[in-house]
């Protein structure tokens, strides 16, 4: 999914996954949203579902606050990355 957000143009496809969280409707697969690393540095929650909630969306959301990484699930290598960008701290 491509878009336009002040000015920039990002492609979901080309954005650093760094966590993402499914979502069910009725216990069936809905759709996913992901928090997205473009390549110039900004995060962004990208959320892709399939309509079975009623809501049919493929877009791009820029937070207007801090991101809550609670819920969302990361890779270890995903986990590292954030940590090294300073977003999450890991504990042993």
Known sequence: MKTIHDGKRYDSDKCERLAER?????????GTTHIVRASDGELLIYRWTNGQDCYLSDEFYVPDEPINFAGYDMTDEQAARCAELGLIKIVA
């Open 22 to 30: 499914d979502h069910h409707n009725n216990g069936n697969y809905s």
